[in-house]
Nanobody, 112 residues
Framework: VQLVESGGGSVQPGGSLRLSCAAS????????MSWYRQAPGKQRDLVAQ????????YYADSMKGRFTISRDNAKNTVYLQMNSLRPEDTAVYYC??????WGKGTPVTVSS
């Protein structure tokens, strides 16, 4: 099983990034997918979640209206479009499949 995140990097406040998580080794379309993030010295928190069909999404309050989670079951990939980024969005972003599998994360830094 592999979950490989990509798309992180450094961006100025107000900027955008699109994260991707490529899955392999399991039946991707049978798993709800989530993005979490962990800032230095803080716990890992749920950012967004999407159901197996991609029809239902959940967002943490501070991400509503700025972040969009989506998935492509044909490509075994889940995405996180992040707009209007703020310095407090700085963290390592992790992909999760169901409650079992984790990726290794991709860092995001928002700074001027």
């Amino acid at each position: 099983v592999q979950l490989v995140e990509s798309g992180g990097g450094s961006v100025q406040p107000g900027g955008s990034l699109r994260l991707s998580c490529a899955a392999s080794g399991f039946t991707f379309s049978r798993y709800a997918m989530s993005w979490y993030r962990q800032a230095p010295g803080k716990q890992r928190d749920l950012v967004a979640q999407i159901d197996i069909s991609g029809g239902t999404m959940y967002y943490a309050d501070s991400m509503k209206g700025r972040f969009t989670i989506s998935r492509d079951n044909a490509k075994n990939t889940v995405y996180l479009q992040m707009n209007s980024l703020r310095p407090e969005d700085t963290a390592v972003y992790y992909c999760r499949a169901g409650i079992v599998y984790w990726g290794k994360g991709t860092p995001v830094t928002v700074s001027s």
